[in-house]
T-cell receptor
Framework: SQTIHQWPATLVQPVGSPLSLECTVEGTSNPNLYWYRQAAGRGLQLLFYSIGIGQISSEVPQNLSASRPQDRQFILSSKKLLLSDSGFYLC????????????FGPGTRLLVL | QKEVEQDPGPLSVPEGAIVSLNCTYSNSAFQYFMWYRQYSRKGPELLMYTYSSGNKEDGRFTAQVDKSSKYISLFIRDSQPSDSATYLCAMSGPGNTGKLIFGQGTTLQVKP
């Protein structure tokens, strides 16, 4: 069966510090991968998605970047965090193709102080 | 206008009540419809999946899609306190990126 991992689970970082969040998927190959941010009490905002190694699409201009160095690894980064980067970050995967459901990881709660 | 509209609630009901959660959408190309359940501080989990119009039932949960009205619903029968969560609708159309368009989510509280 497929499993998706995210770490760390919780992170408190000062403004201006760098960020690296990691997501890995097990039990499948060539998945589509997604990064979302969820602000408190709000819906999911798609940040990045990837349909293959090295292929990253950005949905919104922001202070963050994403990379996919391996087939089942997706990394979310920032060089300098802003207060507005605080939130709940979720990674998800789906099989390629239309109509495929997405499966979410447990999330990383980021607080920027 | 957002592509998907969902009343954020909160919705509070007594245990045993029938709950109706709804989303409207504007893109007639949407063909795949999903409901996710998200407990506090957890990732969303897939609850129901429906292709095109019609009903789908799974235990106490029923999903309905009315493409002519661009309206989808999730019904929960005999609601339990453990159903207290945020429910997100999601949908997509043709395309190989697999991107989903999510509603804002409705927070449900079932009181014992």
């Amino acid at each position: 069966s497929q499993t998706i991992h995210q770490w760390p689970a919780t992170l408190v970082q000062p403004v201006g510090s760098p960020l690296s969040l990691e997501c890995t998927v097990e039990g499948t190959s060539n998945p589509n991968l997604y990064w979302y941010r969820q602000a408190a009490g709000r819906g999911l905002q798609l940040l990045f998605y990837s349909i293959g190694i090295g292929q990253i699409s950005s949905e919104v201009p922001q202070n963050l970047s994403a990379s996919r160095p391996q087939d089942r690894q997706f990394i979310l980064s920032s060089k300098k965090l802003l207060l507005s980067d605080s939130g709940f970050y979720l990674c998800a995967w789906s099989a390629g193709g239309s109509g495929e459901t997405q499966y979410f990881g447990p999330g990383t709660r980021l607080l920027v102080l | 206008q957002k592509e998907v509209e969902q009343d954020p609630g909160p919705l509070s009901v007594p245990e045993g009540a029938i709950v109706s959660l709804n989303c409207t959408y504007s893109n007639s190309a949407f063909q795949y419809f999903m409901w996710y359940r998200q407990y506090s501080r957890k990732g969303p989990e897939l609850l129901m999946y429906t292709y095109s119009s019609g009903n789908k039932e799974d235990g106490r949960f029923t999903a309905q899609v009315d493409k002519s009205s661009k309206y989808i619903s999730l019904f929960i029968r005999d609601s339990q306190p453990s159903d207290s969560a945020t429910y997100l609708c999601a949908m997509s159309g043709p395309g190989n990126t697999g991107k989903l368009i999510f509603g804002q989510g409705t927070t449900l509280q079932v009181k014992p």
